[in-house]
Nanobody, 125 residues
Framework: QVQLVESGGGSVQPGGSLRLSCAAT????????IGWFRQAPGKEREGVAC????????HYADSVKGRFTISRDNAKNTVYLQMNTLKPEDTAVYYC??????????????????WGKGTPVTVYS
């Protein structure tokens, strides 16, 4: 059974850090493009970061460049999102998604039906 499970969310103060994990079962993440998305209350889901299956195929939203880093651990079948220097506007539910293509994209419609249920992140003052 294909499943994506996010974890690592929580509440932090501005300037803090969190590392989100996206663990997969039922398929091999190394062969799939993986995207991280977030959705704040009342807002549309937006792409945050993604990684393709080849080195260098990584993209970040402008709002997180220099603060967030996406990485893979193929041995653990897990993709991470390291989030540093967090801001209140980073508050959202964070989701990971997968598709079987080599290139990644920051568009939610690129990822079809392979989505996790999300992990909440709150950055409070």
């Amino acid at each position: 059974q294909v499943q994506l499970v996010e974890s690592g969310g929580g509440s932090v103060q501005p300037g803090g850090s969190l590392r989100l994990s996206c663990a997969a079962t039922g398929f091999t993440m190394a062969y799939h493009a993986i995207g991280w998305f977030r959705q704040a209350p009342g807002k549309e889901r937006e792409g945050v970061a993604c990684t393709g299956t080849t080195d260098g195929n990584v993209h970040y939203a402008d709002s997180v460049k220099g603060r967030f880093t996406i990485s893979r651990d193929n041995a653990k079948n897990t993709v991470y999102l390291q989030m540093n220097t967090l801001k209140p506007e980073d508050t959202a539910v964070y989701y990971c998604a997968a598709n079987g293509l080599r290139q990644c994209a920051l568009r939610a419609d690129y990822y079809g039906s392979y989505w996790g249920k999300g992990t909440p992140v709150t950055v409070y003052s």
